[in-house]
């Protein structure tokens, strides 16, 4: 038969093909455990080639559906690969174990559906010991942050194996928490980790509900830039109240950031506003006679020793904006049940932070110093794009419920243009104008102000 285990090929369509490529890419490209190095462009090339000709896939094509001999050597041909895979893997070289994930999570992807429900739960230890024990290469454990969320992704598609998946994201946690404290691409990979698991299987986190929101916390307000991908944690912090469905849940997730927030905005903005904002908003959040909510996290910020002004460019102004962008994505994603918004409360604090120009409050005596003021002015316009991006959130997600403070919000972003000089934002605040009208039913044929 032509194709068959030697001899010439029909051609690239010919069905032998796959198994005779991967055959040859085991026995001449992939290295030995604890080999020669393989170089990037030749690791790709492998990773392509897999890929592009669909060699794990072990799919009889329609022209031979019922062919044993091309089945068996398919098989034995993949067999060899994934063999090479956990070999490497469990390499002592931290070169190998690195490229052996890199392979295993390819597989993961490509593999059929038969050979990954036989063999999930052996490749999930293999990567889950690398997440348990980091190797001293840090590009080990990002490979199996992303190996490990490739595994779980097509773990999902089997809901017969549900009870089973979920049992193992549990196991992930606690070693995805001790990695948010690395640095740069670790945090960055563990941190869509536990965004996989906690969206895929969501009931094996509940346990560690407290630890996971006290990492994630900390994390945002920490003063250390290196371990800051802010948008990735408030993503991730903005997913929590899906792990105890409830609309108190999602209600007190939300009171909570802005009850941070508008405390943060008090040291921030002293000197520059009436005393009493950071008093009514919180009164709104917290109403007399209410107990207030438990503390956001921990609430551990680092640094104490920071000078004030680098404190206030890296911590303050970027941990105000990670949780606003967090409270942004809140009102535009969907939720299970009905939420209550706290509503006055958000536009209240919208309009806390639009409403500042830099200026001294109109005092006798400023209670702030010069130095205070112009790190402020540094920040406003980034202060002032993040408290747009939220007002737009608040009316996407809102819609027709908000109407009823409606005019109030006009007032607001006419007010603003009287602040905003900067193009940029002149653009936004338009831009969530004519937002409003639209969610309202109000045309929006208007002219930009000047």
Known sequence: MAGASGGFLAGVNDPWLKPRLLRALVAERLPQPGGTELPPVELASVLGAVRTHGLLTESLPDCAPEDPKLAVAWRA??????????????????YSCWLGTCFLGMTFQECSNERFAESYSNWYEKILS????????????????????????????????KKEASAFAG????PVLRLLNENGLVADE?????RAVIKLYPSSVNRHYNKVESAIVATVMSTEVNIKPSDKF???????????????SWSLMIRRILIVVNNLLNEALVGLEEE????????????????????????????????????????TVPTISALMHCC????????????????RALVALIRRVLLVDGSLHKKLLPSTTSLHQELICFELPS??????????????????????HGASIIRLVTEYFKIAKLPSLRTKAYSILQLLLTSMGVGTDIAAPA
Not at 80 to 88: F, P, Q, T, Y
Not at 281 to 304: E, F, N
Not at 329 to 342: R, W
Request: proline share 7%.
């Open 234 to 248: 408030a993503r991730t912090l903005a997913l929590l109240p899906s792990i105890r469905v409830s609309e108190d």
């Open 328 to 343: 942004s994505v809140m009102l535009t994603s969907y939720y299970p049940v009905q939420v209550n918004v706290p509503t």
């Open 77 to 94: 041909a993949v067999d060899s690969w994934v063999e090479r895979a956990v070999a490497l893997v469990e390499s002592d070289s931290a």
């Open 190 to 194: 563990a941190t869509d980790l536990l």
């Open 276 to 315: 009493k904002n950071g008093h009514d908003i919180m009164l709104l959040l917290v109403p007399p006679g209410a107990d207030p909510p438990p503390t956001l996290g921990d609430q551990v910020r680092s640094g104490a020793n920071v000078h004030i002004t680098k404190k206030f460019h890296v911590c």
């Open 383 to 404: 202060l002032h794009s993040t408290f747009l991006d939220l007002l737009s959130a608040t009316i996407k997600g809102m819609r027709s419920q908000l109407l009823p």
């Open 130 to 161: 690398n997440l348990q024990e980091p190797s001293n290469l840090q590009l080990v454990t990002v490979i199996s942050c992303t190996s490990m969320s490739d595994l779980f992704v097509r773990l999902a598609k089997f809901l017969n194996l």
């Open 171 to 174: 196991r992930v946690v606690e």
